[in-house]
């Protein structure tokens, strides 16, 4: 498959691009390590705005309410506060603090709530909700289930009642939000490694990708007494198997890997659906951000051809590449389904009623379907662990990779 750099916006390279977000009505938002939300124009690929959102690092960056195509407020996190910004406007529409001041690293936000997690501080990490209609006072407060930093959030996006965290302690938590106490509300722990990051692969299954690079997938437990819980797929260290250094991160019909190594850095898009990895399907993109690491990827559902990646290099980077042949899914299912997944029996909906392959994807090049051992909870890893070469002082500065 071929590729081409569309273009290229460079913010230096002392000034990491983290994470990208879209809002197609307003342009390509990036977090930038010097506490800057630049805005780059869809068809120009050049800067058109910036928000001084922090004056540290931006650990995570989320559209509020995941209102990708109408919205125009933005949550930032950072070591002071999450701050939420009209983008329209540049203004500041509110100010949130964690009464123990630990810097929060991950946000999440469907269904009219904010999700925010926290570093560890003290014995515990914290995990608190929003209501966006009000800033004032977290609605709910999870901050007994995680001992170490909690690195990913994700509220399930059918079921406003069901909500997912993933910490460096090792675990990913989902809970049950219908439940006042905390306990009750702690549905299903998963003991897995030091979480990079996890999220619904379908209303049921759920994946988990750690720093050690290690991929597995689960199922969500239901509340019925007599109910057998499937295996879980463990694919183990999948950076031999998938030649790469680390996994960017899972995206609807696929997963973004990276390589470090010197004059031989790279950009992979694996193909990835109904829990099928299609290696030979992959498309390679060399030198995507020299040697740096890559922080981002995201497939424009403006079109089927363009490709956007940000990276340690500074660089956000839009590519041409025929992308629609791989049928890229916006969504990993159709997330306007509303679901009641402890009602009943949870609902079973396959990558496959929205990702549809080309005929040529006929066999997968690896699948493991062995059972996962439990593991213990793992030490927490450097933030510096996918083979950066940045300094270790610098590295404090960032939300763990």
């Not at 490709?307 to 299912?333: Q, T």
Request: hydrophobic share 35%; aromatic share 8%.
């Amino acid at each position: 498959m071929s590729y081409s750099k569309l273009g290229s916006v460079d913010f230096g390279a002392d000034n990491w691009c983290l994470k990208l977000q879209p809002l197609y009505n307003c342009g390509l938002l990036v977090a930038l390590s010097n506490g800057t939300i630049q805005t780059i124009d869809w068809t120009k690929n050049v800067s058109i705005g910036q928000v001084q959102a922090h004056e540290t690092c931006i650990n995570d960056l989320k559209v509020v309410n995941s209102d990708w195509d109408n919205g125009c407020l933005i949550a930032t996190a950072a070591e002071d506060s999450v701050k939420i910004f009209d983008i329209r406007s540049n203004d500041s529409v509110a100010t949130i603090k964690n009464q123990k001041s630990a810097p929060f690293l991950s946000l999440d936000s469907r269904h009219g709530l904010l999700a925010c997690g926290t570093e560890l501080s003290g014995v515990d990490a914290e995990l608190h909700l929003y209501d966006i209609r009000s800033w004032q006072q977290p609605v709910r407060s999870l901050v007994d289930s995680h001992h170490d930093d909690i690195t990913t959030i994700k509220l399930h996006p059918s079921d406003p009642n069901v909500l997912l965290s993933g910490s460096t302690d090792g675990y990913v938590n989902i809970y049950d939000l219908t439940q006042t106490e905390e306990e009750d509300a702690l549905h299903q722990v998963i003991n897995f490694a030091s979480i990079h990051s996890s999220g619904w692969l379908s209303p049921n299954r759920i994946y988990a990708l750690s720093h050690m690079e290690t991929f597995g997938l689960f199922e969500l437990n239901n509340k019925l007494e007599d109910s057998t819980e499937p295996k879980p797929m463990d694919f183990g260290d999948i950076r031999a198997p998938w030649d790469c250094n680390y996994v960017v991160d899972v995206y609807p019909g696929f997963i973004a890997t990276g390589k470090t190594e010197e004059g031989k850095g790279e950009l992979k898009l694996i193909p990835f659906h109904n829990e099928e990895i299609y290696l030979e399907k992959a498309v390679t993109i060399p030198h995507a951000h020299g040697d740096e690491v890559i922080r981002d990827v995201l497939a424009s559902a403006l079109s089927q051809e363009v490709l956007y990646s940000c990276g340690e290099d500074g660089c956000v980077n839009a590519w041409k590449s025929n992308l629609g042949s791989m049928n890229l899914p916006r969504e990993f299912w159709q997330y306007s389904q509303t679901m009641d997944l402890f009602g009943g029996d949870a609902p079973h909906v396959e990558m496959s009623d929205v990702f549809v392959p080309p005929e040529e994807f006929t066999e997968p090049s690896v699948t493991n379907s062995e059972p996962l051992k439990t593991r213990k909870k793992s030490s927490k890893v450097s933030k510096s662990s996918k083979g950066s070469s940045k300094s270790t002082s610098k590295d404090r500065r960032f939300q763990p990779y």
